[in-house]
């Protein structure tokens, strides 16, 4: 197992990373302050590991809350039914508030335990690789609403991540590889050398090897404790975790939401990203090839869908091109292993990138 320490101060919180964690009590029960304790899940998961969680629990009062699974359901709706499960079952300010499952769940028992009573624990044991390496670590949680994604919601800290290495076992192989942009993604902006030991273990995170993966895990949750910890709030650092994904979610809106999967997006966009960086001469065609071969290998999308236009990119850009220059900013490479958030490139550097070829 290893540990690391996200440093906020007084909110400060230990993530645990290693294989059979599930089971593992003494892990737990440091951060459980009443008997109370409410496992939210969904109805994916909770076959799974609901159990062996439970066990772990045994000696506390234990509320499963099982949601319904999907992205469609993260909304007040949802919400409701985790307030209604508290509330029925009597559940006081110290019960505890453990969300086991992908960032869905993540987000939504995390904004369940922001609000309960004011705020009450809680607990992350994200099982998806995307929730473990991103969406468990620095304190965003949240609902959608209609009219946008995540547009609801509170940063809220846990007091633990729980992570289980074990439960990738069980994940699709597609959400596995989304998970994989964002480890990727973790090298290109912030730790170069992550980045040839990606390439030299891609085999080994693929097949499910647990020490690989607990490294790899570390390392992304490393890299994103380091830029949450500088930037809590998102005032500045933080948006470079958000290579990629200008032009990623371009892609998700155009599809529609479900069509790709968000890190699938990321990876097509990512190498959007790469090309303009080549563009402007920050990178090397080499370097942007290496990275391209690194996602590709990761099991990813590197061609963005071949039915978007530019104009397309623009329109989800949400860029009227008029009020285009000096608005558009962008998480762009000033070197491998260096990102940098800027406005400031040339109008047709951008065009030549969204009309680029990437077959
Ligand atoms: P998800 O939670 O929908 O999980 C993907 C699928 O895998 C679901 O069907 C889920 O039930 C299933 N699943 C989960 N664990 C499993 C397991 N061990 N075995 C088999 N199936 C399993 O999706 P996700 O990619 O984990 O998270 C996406 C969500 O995270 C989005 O809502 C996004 O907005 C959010 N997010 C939040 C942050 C943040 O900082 N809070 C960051 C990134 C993403
Ligand atoms: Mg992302």
């Known amino acids: 197992m290893r540990t690391l320490q996200v ?22 029960t440091p951060h459980i302050a009443g008997r109370q304790v409410a496992i939210v899940t969904n109805e994916t998961v909770a076959p799974l590991y609901l159990e062996r969680l439970s066990n772990t629990l045994q000696g506390y009062s234990v509320l499963p809350v099982i949601l319904p699974d999907g992205e469609a359901h993260k909304n ?11 509330l029925t079952a009597r559940h006081d300010r110290r019960t ?23 705020g009450v624990d809680f607990i992350q044991v994200p099982t998806t690789l995307l929730s473990q390496v991103d969406s468990s670590v620095g304190g965003k949680t ?14 809220y800290q846990p007091k633990a991540v729980i992570i289980d290495t074990d439960t990738l076992g069980t994940l ?18 912030c730790d170069k050398p992550f980045l040839p030991w990606l390439s030299s273990q891609m085999s080994a995170l693929r097949g499910l090897d647990a020490v690989a993966l607990t490294e790899a ?18 005032s500045g650092l933080r948006a470079i975790l958000n290579l990629g994904h200008t032009f990623g979610h371009a892609i998700e809106t155009h599809q529609g939401y479900g069509v790709w999967l968000h890190g699938e997006a990321v990876g097509a966009g990512t190498v959007m990203a790469l090309e303009m ?33 530019p104009e397309h990119f623009l329109e989800h850009m949400a860029v009227d091109k008029k009020v285009l220059d000096g ?32 077959r």
């Open 172 to 189: 699709p192989p597609r959400e596995l590889s989304a998970g994989l942009a964002e480890v990727i993604k973790y090298g290109l902006i």
């Open 142 to 155: 949240g609902i959608n609403h209609p009219l946008g994604k995540n547009m609801v919601g509170a940063f």
């Open 217 to 234: 895990i570390e390392r992304s949750c490393a890299a994103k404790a380091r830029v949450v910890g500088v930037d809590e709030r998102e």
């Open 76 to 86: 007040w709706e949802t919400l409701q039914l985790i307030f209604d499960a508290l």
């Open 7 to 28: 440093d906020l101060g007084e909110r400060s919180y230990p993530i645990h990373i290693g294989s059979g964690l599930l089971s593992r009590p003494e892990l737990f």
């Open 327 to 358: 608005q558009l900013r962008l998480v762009l490479l000033r070197q491998i292993g260096e990102a940098v958030v800027t406005a400031e490139f040339p109008r047709e550097v951008l065009d030549a990138t969204l009309s680029t070829d990437y």
């Open 277 to 309: 960086s080549r563009r402007l001469g920050w990178i090397s065609v080499a370097e942007r090839d290496d990275a391209i071969r690194l996602l590709r290998r990761a099991g990813l999308p590197v061609v963005p869908p071949v039915e978007m236009a």
């Open 96 to 118: 505890t508030v453990i969300a086991l499952g992908g960032g869905v769940i993540g987000d939504m028992a995390g904004f369940a335990a922001a609000c309960y009573q004011r």
